[in-house]
């Protein structure tokens, strides 16, 4: 079990992926939950209800002494203002190389780099040691890294989670092999159709990512990241229903980002959004094996699927952007940025330096202070923090004002 923890909160991500989310302000709600007391309000039990989402409470109960010491000595920890003291995820970008020209990329990949391995290694030493908890291995496309399973293979000496994101370029049963064997933890495939036709429209190489799904049929911790888009939002159950034939255990839903030419021609409206949620509540009852989740960049959407008689639960530090809050990135430079769609790369010779001193990240987690159009107002601003990515892209500056978001539409 890897712990991260701050005055402010208490995480604990378990082997099976389980991540279980306290916040201080919460534990004598929690110690009541852990003896069976009785709630007092609504308050106590719209924790309750986030618990039980989040699909932990009766495994808290069963190690009650654990959590108990844990939220004890999280008390103790300090940590940057609106963030955690270290950041839960790091993703290194391993290369801009892709044969692939999906249309939906925000990749630049003419430039044909590679993130040097020395830089790459040293970072995940450090990573290690101030308690970093999960890799992700991302492109450009990763299969044609030529150091990924040295990566792969130091993350799992290291104790950290890894995870590699595949197109299905250059994957057949060998390259599966020696990424199972390498110790990664967990293989995500990148798909956003059933079927070609719709696939497309958005990603090249459909039958790449079919054909890696059948060659992972085997490994366990495989999961499909699918990004929405207003021509795909129909197709989405048969998706799910394709992972759920390959074994897939985790469906991450994506939000579509700024692409390299910075537009966002795709964006599912409002009544998409609300089909897709929806959905997804219907799907998770026919497909119980199969975990579907909305990745913390699209938070409107996760903000939707959290309201509940009780209130909303999508709330705190990670309600939506992990940017500078809960994660960061390395770009193929060496440089630290706040995450691979934030293109405002900082010099640091260690990632604990930059995650406390870095002036970008103090600007990230100063944006809920003064929020702009259209969040200011919206009934879900408590509860939302849409892709920062998108103003900085699209109008060059950091802030809570995104008027591409589908909730106040």
Not at 95 to 105: D, E, G, I, M, V
Not at 388 to 393: F, I, P, R
Request: with cysteine; proline share 4%.
């Amino acid at each position: 079990m890897i712990c991260n923890a701050d005055e402010k909160f208490l995480r604990l991500i378990t082997r099976d992926r389980r991540v279980i989310t306290m916040y201080s302000k919460q534990y004598p709600v929690i110690e009541k939950l852990l003896d069976n007391r009785p709630l007092e309000d609504d308050n106590d039990r719209l924790i309750q209800t986030m618990l039980e989402k989040q699909g932990c409470l009766a495994w808290m109960r069963e190690n009650a002494g654990l959590v108990r010491e844990k939220m004890k000595c999280s008390l103790g920890i300090t940590a940057p203002e609106n963030s955690f003291a270290v950041p839960s995820l790091l993703n290194l970008e391993l290369t801009t190389r892709c044969p692939l020209r999906c249309p939906q990329c925000y990749c630049h990949l003419q430039e044909g780099k590679d993130l040097s391995v020395k830089r790459a290694v040293d970072v995940l030493e450090e990573a290690a040691s101030i308690g970093v908890a999960n890799i992700a291995l991302s492109g450009g496309e990763t299969m044609a890294y030529p150091h990924l399973y040295e990566l792969t293979k130091r993350c799992a000496a290291l104790g950290l989670y890894s995870s590699v994101a595949l197109s299905g370029w250059g994957v057949d049963a060998t390259a599966v092999k020696k990424l199972t064997d390498s110790g990664v933890s967990w293989i995500f495939v990148s798909l956003n159709g059933s079927v070609e036709e719709v696939s497309r429209l958005s990603r090249d190489g459909h039958h790449l990512a079919v054909r890696t799904l059948e060659l992972l049929k085997t490994f366990e911790n495989k999961a499909v990241n699918w990004v929405a888009h207003s021509f795909n939002i129909d197709d989405f159950a048969n998706v799910a229903r394709l992972c759920a034939h390959y074994g897939v255990r985790v469906l991450t839903v994506l939000v579509f980002k700024p692409d390299s030419a910075n537009k966002l021609e795709s964006l599912p409206d409002k009544e998409q959004l609300k089909k897709l949620a929806k959905e997804i509540t219907s799907l998770k009852k026919e497909l119980p094996d199969l975990s579907i989740e909305a990745e913390s960049c699209y938070s409107p959407l996760r903000a939707f699927m959290s309201q509940t008689f009780w209130g909303n639960s999508n709330v705190g530090i990670q309600k939506g952007c992990a940017a500078g809050r809960d994660a960061a990135s390395l770009d193929i430079d060496g440089n630290f940025t706040p995450c691979r769609h934030l293109d405002f790369p900082e010099r640091f010779g260690r990632l604990s330096d930059y995650w406390k001193f870095s002036d970008t990240l103090r600007e990230i987690r100063a944006v809920e202070k003064s929020p702009g159009e259209p969040c200011a107002g919206c009934r879900y601003e408590a509860n939302c923090l849409s892709c920062l990515a998108v103003g900085a892209k699209l109008h060059g500056h950091i802030k809570k004002a995104n008027r591409y978001c589908s909730l106040w539409q």
